[in-house]
């Protein structure tokens, strides 16, 4: 098991985080925005796991962190969804590129 | 951990979160059962009390040495008492506002949970400032955020509300998600999260690559933070969302929110990377890591003075005027981080505390005069001074506080800056001349307005419906900010003696 | 002579006093005027009695402090000074008189008395001075009152025009002044007239220095005195009332650039450049101002030029080392020449014209200005026993003597010259039949035909005090104990005295052939010659040539300016704040409402941290 | 409360009076505004009067940067000197007759009186401070009723005077604030002769000592810094619109007092604490000077409204006040003191009556106004008489000062000067061309029902000419109190 380095962890999480980054960036649909921002968030809990079990000074608090992290990534998600809700309700769209209204 | 332990604590410590807390968790319980018809303004009266007992209470623990709790999880030095000063002063004032805020519609029904978002918010802030703990500073930030997305967009039925709080969200989530993934990174080289132990791993960082690693964990936290700051690159965000929200909620992140980013930049600046050497061989050894830094974090503050100042110029909208105008502040506050000198405590802390009561004092005066027709041109200042001379000279003071006119507390703060970057070696020439221009292209916009409400003929629904008749919250808040801006403009040392005598300047700031 | 310093003091009464209450005083400002500067005429005769039998006095106090250079005031009566007081404080008070009838009727009456108070006053300072830097603050201020007086008829468009011109001719030259005596300051170190001749005499001064001080102190004696090429504004200030002509650009003001070089005589004669400067100026004048007089058609303007090319005949005697010479002529020249102004301003008076053309057979009429202007021609003409020809003769001999016979021969057929042009205007006014409308013609009143006769009489004797035959008293006082002016007579072959006398006999039979009798054609000569009368009768289109040249240039210069002042300076200011605003159009064009551009600039600057870091800190190497 | 302090504040009491006023009461309020620059104007006198300066000085702790006490601190210091307090009566006998010339503001006499009263105190201040921060505060003090005075007061195209006002004054301070923050916070001191002394020292034991390259760059920013207040070509534009576009009893303060803060700051701390930088840069003053001097002349002589030559005359006139400084000889600086004050007095006056003709005629323009001393004699007398006073008529103080100005250059650059004499000339030419343009000459108006310049008016006028000729016959009732001044300033520079 602890043939795999920690570099992998790593590298998996890299790439979760940049493909969550991608679609938050380029997706219209504000739902999956959101997903990826998760992504992201999830991705940097592979991180903290992986730290905390191969890291140099391999210590529990990371998955301490990453436990908290996941609460507060559910937290966002939920406040996310409602506020997008709200605006549906106005808007009648989900689309994030159509919300620019508020520019100069 | 047993009873015992858990008491053994010395709690009292944490009086002033408690207080915020207790008071926050009644009025939501209150708030679900009590009447439909019952007035949700008394919320507002409990909660605004709430925050000056919490004041009172921690000036009362001001005297004491530094405590540290739960493990090293909370700490109240004096750079936490310090500023949780700041943001409870901030966040009452933003209550006064917040008692007297009546837009057209989308609000009323929502009263409650304003009040006591602002404080959860305000909870946030104030754990962050007094953290010790990269995860307890990571709660308080999200604390933070989570109740500022909800109050951007408290307003649900208008459209602008709701589109702010998701942008807001948005960027906000990529932006935790940054901050996350940097810490992650300290975590892993440091194997603890606790700051004050990370100061004793750091320095013995040898290896070259981990000082890479340490680099980039650096670059994204302060991205991420960037976005709390509304600092280059992340501040583009600010003026939509500043545009969009309830006025009291937008005087709430520029103010509250703005410091608290500062605290936990701070925190985080001094405490990891202030202990980490640039490199393991040679000079770099020698340097610190955040010497390393400075330059990048003087291009991003140039950058932020910049945009913030030149985009303002063309800014037609009040609010989102102000949001530019805050983010070249937050510019000026960076040049102070930038210089590093042994003026940056109470630089930041002065220019945060005169900004706080400008800019809400300010944001009273443009809810007071948007709220009623949701006019946010700058044009509905046109010929104040004949309507309300009062009200007109009140904004006049704060105008020129922001502008940093001599006799204000805002030429005080910026005077701060300016030594700190000076006196530094290498002094910061280029970047105190770009804040002095920058400085001079903000009297553009800022004494627009005052052409607006001295010069010009008030616009004719104004004129005849002239009379603004001035709730007692926001009079109150009024008479504050501006008294406190002349005061601290003209005798700054009631001020800076108070805080040098009860800080001692932080040096506190690592045991 | 202790308290000569009152003298200029009276005038000064009568120019504040005036200002202040004239209005009230109306036409009885003129007998305020008239008795303080009678007082100053007596103080001054007393003065100079006094100075024959006293040395040179001298007083002066601290004006101002630079560092520990004193600058001082005072006063001082030596020869020179002292003659100057009587000569001006004398024609002023009759001046003063005079105009009391010519001036009758004007409702500004009392403003006029005033300005010659203080015109009075400015002459009287500016030859007591015992420094350069008093002479050139009364020098400047004897320009305002004459430019003022000029102007007393300022609705006049012409009279606006000719005091400009006036005063700005003048201030050209006094800046020359003003650069010659700084430069001699920091040579000497003070700008005492004793001072600066003590250093030249020590030769602390380099030649080069000297002749450069004094020719640019020369020109600012060429813008006073109406030398060429500065003279054209002395015909056009006739526009003023013709006994301030009378005054001021006859008798006194003009006369001070000659008693300026005087005063400076010894640094002049230091240089030889410097006083041939002098010399080839004066005596060009003299003929080219004279050339003109010979056409001109408007009686006061014949008389302005008749003044230049007099005081270029002084600045020729001066140049030539003839020091007597040139101041006696001053003199003489003062007197005979302010008689004929007034005369000729009685003559306006009587028939309220200018032009000679309409006048004639004023003889019968005129019983008293006539004889009186005939005196004033015959002296300046030169005609023998009266004072023009003692003077005019001092100086021919003086020019010989310095051995120059260009000049010489120059000076003699200007002599000729006004000996003509002179009779010419007087045959065309008294003579011949007289006009018609000019039947209810009369003599001027007594208080005006009284300072005439004065004036006569002294343009008659005042020759004798300087003769070859009855001793040379006024010359040998002057140069007495200052052997740098040179000697008090200078003994010249008789030759030129008839030389003289013919030379100006025939101009006035040339001039009886022509407008006396009539004998000859009036236009015999100018016909055969049209371009150069045309040139003449325009005064060789100098005027024209500064109006292209000068003027030009300078509007030209300013209209440039303007166009720099525009394009470049606004220029480059509005090039910043467009600079500014762009940024500012761009940055709001980035806001582009989008949230996840903003999300992009915020991953992309992250982007560029790292990699510039990485780079930065050589991690790939 | 201290003399000085008093002095200084004085005008507050105004303020205080007046906000408690009715807005209608217009003649109660003028009257309190013009009583409100008295006691300044007394004390000042009274000032005047005393031998030992040094009696007045006040020192009162006030702010300290940091945790050390000593060091970082900005002291209230206010002190006098021969120079600054000539120029503070100055200031009190402008803003008096400038109260009095305020009777033809039109509107809002209460918030006018109120700013005019605060500008006061600012420029007092500004000439008494003995340290730098302290001087940029009442600076800037000036700065912002300035704005508000040409913004509200002005007349067609007042808002863009009020901003090119601000924004080029903004940036001057701008400069002028990185100077001082630079020596405040390399020093720890921002006293002036503390930091003067610093300067002289080779090896000054500071915090951060200043490299000889920065003492040249910051000369030379100090010399950009007070250039746009002087104004120095090509820096003036703004200076121009103020002319014209504020009301007349403002630019008698502006054109009489304000633009003076930029000569006595380049002399006070140019030549105070950076000697020997600004004696490399003398003759680069100089060609400034004659540049400013030559290129206002011209322009004015081409200008067709009268505030506009007068405008330019100001660029001009302040070109002597460079040529003498660049002169840096007793001649030559006491010249540029000089005619700072000469100065002072003539364009006030000038300013004045340009008031006076407005009020009257609607306009400033030369050839609407032509042949009005028929209308108007004595007003057109006075105009006349101070227009000599301009072009440096002796007798009259504008030509002490640019005779000693040009003494001095000549001493040390002829040519230059004598370059510079080219100006003399052009003074008289435009100045003629205005004043005779509007006085003399055939009359185009009619002038039924135009009264000569009457009862209060002739106060300032009075007033002033008087001054002019005082100075100008007797000029030692300045030099006398400067020697002391212009001695030290010469030790600075070294002889």
Redesign the interface.
Known sequence: MSSVPVSAYLTLALILFCIGLYGALTKRNTVIVLISIELMLNAVNINLVAFSKFGMIPSITGQVFALFAIAVAAAEAAVGLAILIALYRNKKTVNIDEMNDLKS | MDVDTLLSFEWGAMAPEFIILGVATILSIVDLFAPKHLDRKIFGWIGFAGILLALASLINLVGLEPISILYDTFRLDGFAKAFKILLLIGAALVMLLALSYKPKEGMEEYKGEFYYLLLAGLLGAMMMASSGDLITLFVGLELLSLSSYILAGIRKKHLPSNESAMKYVVNGGIATAFTLFGMSYVYGLTGTTNLIEMTNVLPTLANAQYIYILGIAFFMIFVGLSFKLATAPFHMWAPDVYQGAPTPVTAFLSVVSKTAGFVILIRILLTVFGNAFAGNSGVAKMTNFLVGMQDYIAVLAAATMIIGNVVALRQRNIKRMFAYSSIAHAGYLLVAVTAMS??MY?ALWFYLGAYLFMNVGAFAVIQLLTQHTDNEDIGAFAGLYKRAPWLALAMGVFI?SLAG???TAG??GK??I??G???S?P?H?VL??IM??T??IS??YY?GI??QM??RPAAAEEADGGKIRMPIGLGVALVICVVATIVFGLF??IA?DFF?TNF??FSDFLQ | MENAWIIPLFPLISFLFLLLFGRRLKENSGYVGMVLTFLSLIYSLVVLFDRFNHPTYKAEA??????D?QLTAGFEVNQLNALMLVIVSLVSFLVHTYSKGYMHGDDRFHIFYAYLGLFTFAMLGLVVSPNL?QT???W??VG?GSFLLI?FY??K?E??AA??KA??MT??GD?GL??GM??L??QVGSFEYDAIFLAVEEGAISAGIITLTAILIFIGAVGKSGQFPLHTWLPDAMEGPTPVSALIHAATMVAAGVYLVAALFPLFTASETALMTVAVVGGFTAIFAASIGLVQTDIKRVLAYSTVSQLGYMMLALGSAGYVAGVFHLMTHAFFKALLFLAAGSVIHAVHTQNIEEMGGLWKKLRLTGPLFLIGTLAISGVPLLSGFFSKDEILIAAWANGNPVLFWLAVIAAFFTAFYMFRLFFMVFTGQARSEMKNVHESPKVMTVPMIVLGVLAVVAGYFNTPWFGTFLGDWLVEGNEALGHGHTEGPIWIMIVATLVSLLGIFLAWLMYGKKSLERDWLSSRMPTTYNMLYNKYYLDEFYALSVVKT??G???L??YI?AF???G??KGVAGIVHGLGKTGSKIQSGQVQAYGTVAFVGLAVLVVVYVLAGGYLK | MSFLSILVFSPLLGILVLALLPKTQESLIKLVGFLATLPALVLALIAFGTEDLTKYDVVKE??????DASL?AIDYELGLNGFSLILIVLTAIVSTLAAIASIHIKKEWKGYFMLFLLLEIGMLGVFAAQNL?LF??FF??T??PM??LI??WGYFE??KG??SY??YN??GS??L??VI??L???TGTANISDLAQLMAVEDANT??PISESLKMGLAIALLIAFGVKLPI??LH?WMLRVHVQAPPSVVMIHSGILLKIGAFGLIRFGFGIFPEQFKSLALLLAILGVVNLL?GA??A??QTDFKMVLAYSSISHMGIVLIGLGAL???GI?GAIFQVVSHGLISALLFFLVGVFYERFQTSTIANLG?M??GMPLASGFLLAGA?ASLG???MSG??SE??A??GL??VH?VV??IG??G???T??YL??AV?GM?????GREFAGITDIKSVEFVPVLVLLALIVLIGV???VL??PL?AT?ETI?LGLGG
């Open positions: 042994s003026f109470d020129l006119i001599p006799g030429f005080i005077l701060n300016f030594i970057a000076l006196a070696d002094a020439y105190a001349s002095i221009a400085t001079v009297y553009f004494f005052l052409t001295f010069f700054p040392n800076l040098h001692e300047g | 601290t004006w101002l402090a630079i560092g250079v830097l050139y603050i009364f400047e201020l305002v102007g300022f609705y468009e009279a606006k005091a400009k005063f700005i201030r050209i800046v003003l650069i700084i430069l300051f920091w300078t509007k210069v300013s209209v300016l303007s002042e470049v300076v606004e480059i200011v | 006030w702010i300290h940067f940091g945790s970082y921060v940029f505060i800037e003090i700065m912002i704005f508000f913004g509200k007042k808002e009020a901003y601000l924004i903004g940036l701008a400069i604030l990185i923050m630079v405040f916070a390399r915090p951060s070509f090509p534009t290129y011209f322009l002589f081409i000889n007793e001649a006491q042949g001393a028929k000599l008529l002796p007798g030509f002490v005779f000693m040009f003494l000549f001493e002829p000067a004598a004499c080219i003399i000339i052009m008289a030419v003629l061309r005779l006085t003399y000459g055939k009359a007797y000029p030692s030099s006398e020697q212009l010469m």
